[in-house]
């Protein structure tokens, strides 16, 4: 392990945003992140995982610990179910794919979503109709302050929309090292609820679609609508799909009847921030090297030599001309660093 003084981060977050690392290390085992931790008891710290939701808008004035901690296994099963870990360092995707080709049910619909296993239960991930939460066991983390390893159940991680403790009260105190989901073995339950999914398999004469089929799908449909941040820098979804009181949306679509919902309870209702953003001009329109992409309203892109400022500057100015177009605040998926 050696520590990297003014370490370049561009080919560290999906954005591509040029920004050094004050210190940079990569540890790729626990023993090695405490040692790190224990080491450097006073130097501020920013964990670093797959880099895919995060704006880099200055440089990184902390010691940048890199988790790569690989390594995938059955730990448990039953007759109806089977319970996987991953470590931190693992690709989403790739640890989708590997589920996958086991028939394991449960993160289908979660397929080609960037990033690492390690930060999935922070943000809540989710697409086309499944959550983390849905699948999710328990998590095992590292506590910054103590060095002691502690286990998260579903209930304590109190998962919300793109929420969880670790993104509240629970912040920088803790590093994911491993996550265990529970997935099914057989009678698999197939959603494609979601009117992409299901067209999609339509056009290609599946009506009994397997794992693999659904996943096909899902990575077909992102592969058109999103760009690969390794051709074009982009964080996926920038923003929340805003969640409104049920009293607010009835007053807003009376003004706008065409706008697109979905109904969450008897309180409150989504509504699709993609939709807001195109109409509001937005789609496809480019700021210098910062833009919004052509297919996808919901995603920022990075043309070239974007900085992170250049980027925010876009993302401030959708929100405003939202909010005064519809009454609507959208906030940031993405962590603005």
Same mark, same amino acid.
């Given at each position: 392990?050696?520590?990297?003084?003014? =370490?370049?981060?561009?080919?560290?977050?999906?954005?591509?945003?040029?920004?050094?690392?004050?210190?940079?290390?990569?540890?790729? +085992?626990?023993?090695?992140?405490?040692?790190?931790?224990? &080491?450097?008891?006073?130097?501020?710290? $920013?964990?670093?995982?797959?880099?895919?939701?995060?704006?880099?808008?200055?440089?990184?004035?902390?010691?940048?610990?890199?988790?790569?901690?690989?390594?995938?296994?059955?730990?448990?099963?039953? #007759?109806?179910?089977?319970?996987?870990?991953?470590?931190?360092?693992?690709?989403?995707?790739?640890?989708?794919?590997?589920?996958?080709?086991?028939?394991?049910?449960?993160?289908?619909?979660?397929?080609?979503?960037?990033?690492?296993?390690?930060? +999935?239960?922070?943000?809540?991930?989710?697409?086309?109709?499944?959550?983390?939460?849905?699948? $999710?066991?328990?998590?095992?983390?590292?506590?910054?302050?103590?060095? &002691?390893?502690?286990?998260?159940?579903?209930?304590?991680?109190?998962?919300?929309?793109?929420?969880?403790? $670790?993104?509240?009260?629970?912040?920088?105190?803790?590093?994911?090292?491993?996550?265990?989901?529970?997935?099914?073995?057989?009678?698999? %339950?197939?959603?494609?609820?979601?009117?992409?999914?299901?067209?999609?398999?339509?056009?290609?004469?599946?009506? +009994?679609?397997?794992?693999?089929?659904?996943?096909?799908?899902?990575?077909?449909?992102?592969?058109?609508?999103?760009?690969?941040?390794?051709?074009?820098?982009?964080?996926?979804?920038?923003?929340?799909?805003?969640?409104?009181?049920?009293?607010? $949306?009835?007053?807003?679509?009376?003004?706008?009847?065409?706008?697109?919902?979905?109904?969450?309870?008897? +309180?409150?209702?989504?509504?699709?921030?993609?939709?807001?953003?195109?109409?509001?001009? =937005?789609?496809?329109?480019?700021?210098? #090297?910062?833009?919004?992409?052509?297919? &996808?309203?919901?995603?920022?892109?990075?043309?070239?030599?974007?900085?992170?400022?250049?980027?925010?500057?876009?993302?401030?100015?959708?929100?405003?001309?939202?909010?005064?177009?519809?009454?609507? %605040?959208?906030?940031?998926?993405?962590?603005?660093?």
């Amino acid at each position: 392990m050696e520590i990297q003084s003014h =370490f370049s981060l561009k080919n560290y977050n999906t954005f591509g945003i040029e920004a050094k690392a004050q210190k940079f290390i990569s540890v790729h +085992t626990t023993d090695e992140l405490k040692t790190v931790l224990e &080491q450097h008891p006073d130097d501020p710290k $920013f964990i670093l995982g797959g880099g895919s939701n995060m704006l880099l808008t200055q440089d990184i004035h902390a010691l940048v610990i890199h988790v790569d901690l690989k390594g995938k296994r059955i730990i448990e099963t039953s #007759d109806d179910f089977v319970w996987v870990e991953a470590h931190a360092g693992e690709n989403w995707h790739e640890f989708v794919l590997w589920t996958i080709n086991q028939d394991f049910g449960g993160l289908e619909n979660m397929s080609l979503i960037p990033g690492n296993v390690g930060t +999935t239960p922070i943000q809540n991930i989710g697409a086309y109709g499944t959550e983390i939460k849905d699948t $999710f066991a328990y998590c095992t983390a590292l506590e910054i302050a103590t060095l &002691q390893t502690r286990t998260f159940t579903k209930e304590e991680c109190a998962f919300g929309y793109r929420e969880s403790i $670790f993104k509240n009260e629970e912040k920088n105190k803790y590093i994911i090292t491993s996550v265990v989901f529970k997935l099914t073995k057989h009678s698999h %339950k197939i959603n494609v609820s979601y009117g992409d999914i299901a067209a999609e398999l339509t056009q290609k004469g599946i009506t +009994t679609p397997t794992l693999k089929d659904v996943s096909d799908a899902v990575t077909a449909i992102r592969q058109r609508k999103l760009p690969d941040p390794k051709e074009l820098g982009n964080s996926g979804s920038f923003f929340k799909n805003p969640i409104l009181p049920k009293n607010d $949306f009835e007053r807003i679509v009376s003004l706008h009847p065409e706008m697109p919902h979905y109904i969450i309870s008897d +309180t409150e209702v989504k509504v699709p921030a993609g939709w807001l953003i195109e109409q509001a001009g =937005f789609k496809g329109k480019r700021f210098g #090297d910062a833009g919004i992409h052509k297919n &996808q309203a919901l995603v920022l892109v990075n043309y070239g030599n974007a900085t992170g400022q250049e980027i925010l500057d876009v993302a401030r100015t959708i929100q405003q001309t939202v909010y005064d177009t519809f009454g609507i %605040k959208i906030e940031a998926e993405v962590n603005i660093i």
